[in-house]
């Protein structure tokens, strides 16, 4: 193949992956023996307000600051005296009272962030709020294990920094069989039948290359291991139900997956938040339910594990226009079989002690969720990945 062909023809591929590369190569072997043990990630886009996710519906404070957006008693379902979660994550309550759920309040991190995307960027990559990072924590995780070119995927159109290592990514797919079909165009299979060619041992070129073949050594696995195992469940019809029916197709099926990421949009309530997030949250507890009861019924829920974050949370103090603006602290949803602290894993935050922006004070740093999970759940050196040590939790 000449350089100036591959280079025109690149554009496809460029255009397809949307990133530049995605795991070794799949015939490489691993150094680490696959385990059964998976973890979900979900992202709530946008800051989800959790002071209306999770409600101290006795509480003076939240009532007197949130005078015509707070949920009263009847807009909710209560977990304790003290606590209600909103209505719309009513799907959850048979989840929550079998002990599926644990809730951890205050989560956050020191010097926080307000930026949608610098905020996004810190979660995803584990960083400090002055740091930056060109890797993602679970990108980091795949360069320490080496494990297939699939070991973590993101059911979406482009992959995100959460699952760009420095040497392995994930992949991003939204359906097996057209990403199978795509990698089977003739232009792939003539980029592979040129291997030896000196041209594209050339350092960028190189790269591309390989990300090529690793995508379309893993894309045949991946089809056919999926299609053994399809869903009668009755997903949400939207983009998030989609999304959550693709990783119990991919789990239920025995796919050697250890990480999936979706994420679910909109939660950017700066006006009128009351009717957004309550259709938000009705379509993300809706397709959980939906996403656990399929699991449970293939047998695959056990290993499982589910965690559901947002960038940031809201101000205490609603806006003018019936909404909230961009806050700090927030609650974290873990979802699991066996999970060690069912409920409440902490208490909600002190509405009446606040950082001098009106904002909530953190007490759990993000990245003590990531070790427990690293550590305890997938049984790797959490401190290798994260770059430094973090205290671990209690609800694995």
């Known amino acids: 193949m000449k350089r100036r062909d591959f280079l025109k023809q690149s554009t496809l591929a460029s255009g397809m992956f949307f990133v530049p590369q995605f795991l070794k190569a799949f015939e490489q072997l691993p150094n680490k023996t696959f385990s059964n043990k998976k973890v979900v990630i979900i992202q709530l886009k946008g800051g989800n307000d959790g002071l209306n996710t999770v ?64 905020s996004t960027d810190i979660w995803q990559t584990a960083s400090d709020s002055n740091e930056f990072l060109q890797n993602g924590w679970v990108g980091r995780y795949l360069d320490h294990t080496k494990g297939n070119p699939f070991s973590a995927i993101e059911v979406d159109d482009s992959l995100s920094l959460m699952l760009k290592g420095e040497t392995q990514n994930g992949l991003a797919i939204t359906d097996p069989k057209m990403f199978y079909n795509s990698m089977r165009a003739p232009f792939f299979n003539n980029v ?73 949009s909109g ?81 909600l935050p002190n509405l009446g002690d606040l950082d001098k922006n009106g904002n909530l004070k953190y007490e759990i740093d993000f990245r003590e969720i990531y070790a427990t999970i690293l550590d305890k759940w997938l049984h790797v050196n959490d401190s290798a990945i994260l770059n430094k040590s973090f205290s671990k939790l209690g609800f694995i």
């Open 267 to 347: 939660f950017d309530t700066h006006a009128n938040q009351t009717n957004s997030q309550a259709r938000l949250l009705n379509t993300y507890a809706e397709s959980m339910e939906v996403f656990i009861e399929d699991l449970q019924k293939n047998n695959a829920f056990n290993d499982v594990l589910i965690l559901t974050f947002s960038e940031f949370g809201r101000r205490v103090k609603q806006n003018e226009s019936n909404g909230t603006d961009h806050g700090t602290a927030n609650n974290v949803f873990i979802m699991g079989k066996n999970l060690n602290k069912q409920g409440l894993y902490n208490n």
């Open 192 to 264: 592979v039948s040129n291997y030896n060619d000196v041209h594209l041992s050339e350092h960028n070129l190189g790269y591309l290359y390989n990300t090529m073949i690793d995508a379309k050594s893993s894309s045949k696995y991946i089809y056919e291991k999926s299609k053994t195992k399809s869903s009668s469940a009755a997903y949400p019809k939207n983009l998030f139900g989609k999304q959550l029916k693709t990783i119990s197709q991919f789990i239920n099926s025995g796919l050697e997956t250890q990480v999936y990421y979706a994420g679910l």
């Open 55 to 118: 409600v101290p519906f006795n509480n003076d404070i939240y009532y007197q600051q949130r005078n015509k957006i707070a949920l009263k008693q009847n807009d909710l379902f209560k977990i304790s005296d003290e606590v209600g979660l909103h209505k719309s994550l009513k799907p959850l309550q048979n989840l929550y009272n079998k002990g599926f759920v644990s809730i951890i309040n205050n989560v956050g991190y020191p010097n926080p962030n307000l930026s949608h995307f610098r």
